[in-house]
């Protein structure tokens, strides 16, 4: 997948420890899995399946959510090590040559310091449930300058090494070490013009219009080659 002559430079960002469960395989914890865990659909999207209760702190908990994604979603389970943190959005466009826009990030405000942050589907999707525990997605702020170009190196990389063209959106949490940790690519995230992506592209000086426009072209000339 690593473009050829191109350098691999390590990356500097950690992925959550993880397991993947199939569906009809026995279900049980590998002990260098630390609790506590997210427990996720495996091929799902937008938070589809994610809930509080994807969040776990025993076997029992474990199993059971493990068991219920299996049946309700009828899909196989991914199982990750939960990364307290920030949760910040990196939205970057381009083939050759890559832009990467001011990050974006979901704010908890009204969630309790020792509560789970989760981008759960309500969480996204549910207005109301929004207003109540005043999740706001706004630009990251008081990030040092330095940090936040070790954030764009580190996803211009991710970048590369899924091979993604066009645009992606890139997401991570920050812990309080500041340290960074990879959780997903979107490769094709949300475009409404008051979303994420838009609004870290208006905010990089390409108004809706030419982002559409520039995402067109792009898409026409990958076509193409
Ligand atoms: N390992 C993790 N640690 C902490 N939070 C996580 C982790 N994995 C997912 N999340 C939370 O759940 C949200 C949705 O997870 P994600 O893997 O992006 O699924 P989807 O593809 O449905 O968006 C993330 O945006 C984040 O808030
Ligand atoms: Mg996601």
Redesign the pocket.
């Known amino acids: 997948m690593i473009p050829t002559g191109q350098r691999c430079e390590p990356l500097v960002a950690d992925v959550?420890d993880f397991v993947m469960i199939s569906r009809g395989a026995r279900i049980a914890r590998p002990r260098r899995l630390k609790f506590p865990i997210?427990v996720?659909p495996l091929k799902?999207?937008?938070?589809?399946g994610?809930s509080q209760a994807s969040f776990v702190e025993t076997d029992e908990q474990f199993r059971e959510r493990v068991l219920f994604v299996h049946e309700k979603y009828e899909c196989d389970v991914i199982a990750?090590?939960?990364?307290e943190g920030r949760?910040l959005y990196v939205s970057i466009l381009g083939n050759q040559r890559l832009q990467v826009f001011p990050i974006r990030e979901l704010i908890f405000r009204e969630v309790p310091p020792d509560e789970p942050k989760?981008?759960t589907y309500r969480a996204k999707w549910d207005e109301e449930y929004r207003k109540r525990w005043g999740l706001q997605n706004q630009f990251a702020e008081g990030l040092d300058p330095a940090l936040v170009a070790e954030i764009e190196r580190t996803c211009r990389r991710i970048y590369r090494l899924l091979a993604i063209d066009c645009y992606a959106r890139i997401?991570l949490?920050l812990t309080a070490k500041n340290e960074l940790c990879f959780?997903?690519a979107n490769p094709n995230p949300i475009l409404a013009a008051d979303e994420d992506f838009a609004l870290s592209a208006e905010k990089g000086g390409l108004p809706y219009p030419q982002l559409i426009e520039r995402i067109t072209r792009l898409g026409l000339k990958t076509a193409r080659d």
């Open positions: 959550p997210l996720k799902e999207e937008a938070s589809l994610i990750e090590e939960y990364i949760e989760i981008a997401d949490r959780i997903e």
